[in-house]
């Protein structure tokens, strides 16, 4: 059983899917957790009432990855309320299947600014609250260093976590500070997945079903901990042997 106790979190995008799995690990192993979403509907109230109930010091609050003032405000709620963050888990992402010569400049750069621009802005944001040991996670996927097609824009965004992470986990490992990626396979969320797909992963993935976010969460979890104090720089696949 890992023991996060008295660890102060920030997860981005932790209202549904994986993201929400994470927060809810993160917080079941015992860390106090800030989250964000766009969205301040049922998914973001729900999940504070779970948080609630599990106890804790937890915060989920209304903040858009791809506004570089929204990631100013998130750090400033994670110094007042923590004082230090301890584990920063990028996990807010989007997606979408557009054939690459109908790709619109406004589509590849939500999609880049919300998946990797802002990785660099969290991290910029986040780093005079980063103590020695603390560990930096981006929810990065499985398919970027494979390639699909009607994906180029979100491959490259991903694909560009993976350099990202790297380059920053050379600059800061003097800093005792730890960066590295969690690509997840085909997952079963909120979302629906149409028959055909379902059956194609189930044939495609060795395990022979898609996983679950929990699996996820499973990998990041090992990441925020001090199991993981050596590995730096690392993309952990969970994607059943894809
Ligand atoms: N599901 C998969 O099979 C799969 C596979 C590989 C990689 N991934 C990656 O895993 C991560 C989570 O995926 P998911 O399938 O769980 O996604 P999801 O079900 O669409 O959930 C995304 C979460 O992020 C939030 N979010 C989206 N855009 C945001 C923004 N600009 N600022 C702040 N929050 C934002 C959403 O809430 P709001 O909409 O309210 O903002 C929601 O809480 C993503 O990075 C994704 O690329 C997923």
């Not at 948080?51 to 804790?56: A, I, S």
């Not at 189930?202 to 699996?215: F, V």
Request: glycine share 12%; charged share 25%; proline share 4%.
């Amino acid at each position: 059983m890992i023991d996060l106790n008295g660890k102060k979190v920030v997860v981005t995008g932790g209202t549904r899917g994986i993201g929400r799995a994470i927060v809810l690990s993160l917080a079941g192993a015992g860390a106090d957790v800030i989250t964000c979403a766009r969205g301040d509907g049922e998914a973001a109230q729900s999940l504070a009432r779970e948080l609630k109930e599990l106890g804790g010091d937890h915060h989920v609050l209304k903040a858009d990855v791809g506004e570089p003032e929204d990631i100013r405000r998130l750090a400033e709620e994670a110094r007042t309320r923590f004082g230090r963050v301890d584990v920063v888990v990028h996990n807010a992402g989007v997606i979408s299947h557009i054939p690459f010569e109908e790709l619109p400049l406004e589509e590849w750069n939500r999609v880049l600014g919300t998946n990797l621009t802002s990785a660099y802005t969290l991290l910029q944001s986040m780093l005079p609250l980063l103590p020695e040991g603390a560990s930096v996670i981006n929810i990065g996927s499985r398919v970027a260093t494979i390639g699909i097609p009607m994906r180029a824009h979100y491959t490259a965004s991903k694909a560009g976590l993976i350099g990202f992470t790297r380059s920053a986990a050379k600059e800061f490992g003097s800093r005792r500070l730890r960066i590295n990626v969690v690509a997840p396979g085909p997952i079963e969320t909120e979302a629906d997945v149409p028959a055909a797909v379902r059956e194609r992963y189930e044939r495609m993935i060795p395990l022979g079903r898609l996983g679950r976010s929990e699996e996820i969460a499973g990998a990041v979890l090992f990441l925020a901990s001090d199991l993981s104090s050596f590995v730096n720089g690392e993309t952990i696949h969970v994607d059943g042997g894809i």
